[in-house]
């Protein structure tokens, strides 16, 4: 349970204030953080999302023409209009409703802070006409709330999935007690899409596979109960355009799954399976299927807004031509939005086709929330499939990211190189390994390639689990797991000889979190024998300035948006950012193209030997590329051993020499830290800049912080 301590303020206001507890990952500690009683308001709304959707150019001018080309055959066909808007938001649609010509326009919006806001922006919009519910649409009355039913009802009710914020139930709702018989709906229909594939490297995301010594010789295998687990149905959302092309076979044309009808009056069905026989265009292995839709804005058909990747896109040729940034890569012609994406679902069990002309059927299945899916060859399924889940651990435990990264080929063979050598150069003496970090399965490893003891320390319930089961399956018998670095006894520590890991912790969210290994190192230090080896035994945080194509509009402000004033909004987000989110956030940047506006500079070095050392450093490097710099990204190198290596480095950051003035290469399998320039200062490509930058390191507190600052560089004039 948090504990929360009110204390009154000083101020005249007697405001409130709150000390909550809160984990710091590179402690491990509970800490107590001062934070104003409005901290959880400024948190929900900094993170609601409606300035990315605002800044979709394609989603508000499709909702404006929908409504216009509506309003306008309604009234020419003698109709009176009266709009329902559920969602409102900042109420931008609202605005376009009573723009157009509807006769009255009602908002409903639950989330009181952006109810509250979108009072405000209607009035600065001279559109108080609009009126204004703050409650749910499933709670309104009619008759209390609003004085008649609606006949046309617009919303944005959407996500990744279509279905997932509860569009279903919604709309059953609002036909039932909010909408006249003849009602029209923006958008009209929805179609959902599905093209099933093979990807070595997305299936790196979804299961556990052999791990292999540098000669290729097997070291550890996947317990039974991984390759019996089905994994878990819930959607792996991404940017889909952005993978590597060459990664991935499309085994099947995009096939249509699901429809639906949003303006019709009879109820949608919270349930149901389409079972289709799909045509495949190759053999190869059924591993996964994409999975996007589109949606019909208007009831003819007219006005389209799809969701799908490039190569899928039905206006991708019109896109192109219309596109001003002729160097725009094609995989970013389509418009980019992060609120609506893309989704990958992994089939329960890879089906194997090497005949694309056997016959093969895709089960689709989907409740009132989410979508799943498996695959059959042969004869048509007679019994539906149920939601499959994680029965393994693995998937349960830990991030798709994390299971990529056990995977992750490169980043293994580093490590492995590291342990053995460390095992080859100790071959007249034993050595005994202590692992630090959750689930690594690397120090297991070392159990496999002959060290005499390992002693892993695995807090975690359920990541233990799994370990221990790979431990016995691969009748590992000199590993033991600890709970608490203090189960090992002064004996233990004396005959350590190399301590190891990765470093990975579950409560890690940023990657300097991992610098808990050093934290844990600081309570072995003094106990340890003089020659231990220490493996990470250095790391490296670094910055780079880039050039973000579309990912720095989800902290930019709107301004306006199809005519209309937003700079209310704009204000609440940004005050509420600075409350409530920090300086830097992780992102996969590998979903996010970026120009490198520089080379790399390293911005923090630590030794973890001396990890309780505090630091404080600052520096500045000039941008030697043209372009707007709109954010910082930052990553962790970790040096396995003491030497000048590329070899002995395990990056977290790109995977390819960075070139300033080109696209970045990003891993794909770790989330990478973001610092987003303030949107107010001058990041024109006008004259040359420079980054300024400080940081501040305090390892006993878990403190680490960072300042930028992008100035113009004033040369002398002769």
């Not at 349930?271 to 589109?294: D, H, K, S």
């Amino acid at each position: 349970m948090q504990a929360v301590f009110r204390l009154l303020s000083h101020q005249r206001t007697r405001l409130m204030a709150s000390f909550s507890q809160v984990l710091n990952p590179m402690t491990g500690q509970n800490t107590w953080q001062e934070r104003g009683d409005d901290y959880d308001y400024h948190q929900e709304v900094a993170n609601a999302g409606f300035g990315d959707m605002l800044h979709d150019w394609e989603r508000n001018q499709k909702y404006d023409a929908a409504l216009r080309k509506t309003i306008a055959a309604m009234r020419q066909a003698g109709k009176p209009v009266h709009v329902l808007d559920i969602g409102t938001g900042t109420g931008i649609l609202s605005m376009m409703a009573l723009r157009a010509g509807a006769d009255t326009v009602t908002a409903c919006e639950a989330f009181m802070p952006m109810a509250n806001c979108a009072a405000r922006i209607f009035t600065a919009n001279a559109a108080e006409q609009v009126r204004l519910i703050r409650k749910r649409s499933t709670d309104i009355k009619i008759g209390v709330d609003m004085p008649h039913k609606a006949n046309l009802l617009v919303a944005e009710l959407l996500d990744t999935e279509l279905i997932g914020e509860g569009a279903i139930g919604i709309y059953n709702h609002a036909h039932q007690h909010l909408l006249t018989e003849d009602a029209v709906c923006i958008p009209a229909r929805a179609t959902c899409y599905a093209q099933v594939a093979q990807s070595p490297l997305a299936a790196q995301w979804n299961s556990l596979k052999i791990l292999a010594n540098l000669d290729g010789d097997i070291l550890l295998r996947p317990p039974a109960q991984l390759a019996q687990c089905s994994g878990e149905a819930a959607l792996h959302d991404v940017q889909l355009s952005q993978l590597p092309s060459h990664s991935f076979r499309a085994l099947s044309k995009p096939v249509e799954i699901f429809k639906f009808d949003f303006k019709r009056k009879q109820e949608r069905k919270l349930q149901r399976e389409n079972v289709l026989r799909v045509e495949l265009c190759a053999p190869g292995t059924i591993e996964l299927v994409f999975y996007w839709w589109e949606i019909d804005m208007d009831n003819d058909g007219e006005i389209l807004l799809s969701c799908a990747p490039y190569w899928a896109h039905p206006e991708l040729m019109q896109l192109q031509l219309n596109c001003v940034d002729k160097e725009r890569p094609v995989a970013n012609v389509v418009p980019w939005r992060d609120h609506w994406m893309q989704a990958i679902y992994y089939i329960p069990k890879p089906l194997q086709m090497p005949d694309a002309t056997e016959p093969f059927w895709l089960s689709c299945y989907h409740d009132e929330y989410s979508l799943w899916f498996d695959a059959h060859k042969g004869q048509a399924p007679t019994k539906p499939v149920a939601r499959h889940s994680c029965s393994c651990d693995l998937h349960m435990t830990y991030t798709r990211s994390r299971i990529g990264q056990l995977n992750q080929g490169t980043r293994n063979k580093r490590y492995l190189s590291y342990l053995e050598e460390a095992l080859l150069d100790a071959k007249t003496e034993p050595v005994h390994l202590l692992v630090l970090g959750d689930g690594c399965l690397l120090g297991l490893a070392g159990a496999a390639l002959g060290a005499a003891t390992v002693r892993c320390l695995e807090p975690h319930r359920f990541s233990r689990r799994l370990l221990e089961s790979i431990t016995k399956h691969n009748q590992l018998t000199n590993v033991t797991f600890l709970d608490s670095i203090k189960e090992l006894e002064a004996k233990d520590l004396a005959n350590l000889t190399h301590i190891f890991a990765e470093p990975y912790f579950l409560n890690a969210i940023l990657p300097w979190d991992n610098f808990y290994f050093g934290t844990l190192l600081l309570q072995l230090l003094e106990k340890l024998p003089p020659a231990v080896k220490i493996s990470p035994c250095a790391a490296r945080i670094y910055a780079l300035p880039v050039e973000f194509l579309d990912l720095h509009k989800i902290r930019a402000p709107i301004v306006s948006c199809e005519g209309f004033d937003l700079k209310l909004f704009d204000n609440m987000v940004q005050q509420s950012a600075e409350e409530a989110l920090s300086l830097v956030e992780p992102q996969p940047l590998w979903e996010y193209p970026c120009r490198a506006l520089a080379q790399p500079q390293e911005i923090l070095s630590i030794d973890f030997a001396n990890f309780g050392l505090e630091q404080q450093k600052q520096g500045q490097l000039a941008l030697s590329a043209a372009g707007p710099c709109n954010g910082i990204a930052l990553w962790v190198d970790w040096q396995l051993v003491a030497n000048n290596s590329p070899k002995s480095v395990v990056s977290t950051g790109p995977i390819e020499p960075v070139k300033p003035g080109e696209f970045v290469k990003w891993d794909m399998f770790v989330r990478q830290g973001v610092h987003f320039i303030n949107q107010t200062e001058s990041t024109t490509t006008d004259g040359k800049k420079r980054l300024e930058w400080s940081t501040t390191f305090k390892p006993l507190l878990g403190d680490l912080s960072f300042t930028f600052s992008l100035n113009a560089i004033h040369e002398k004039k002769e």
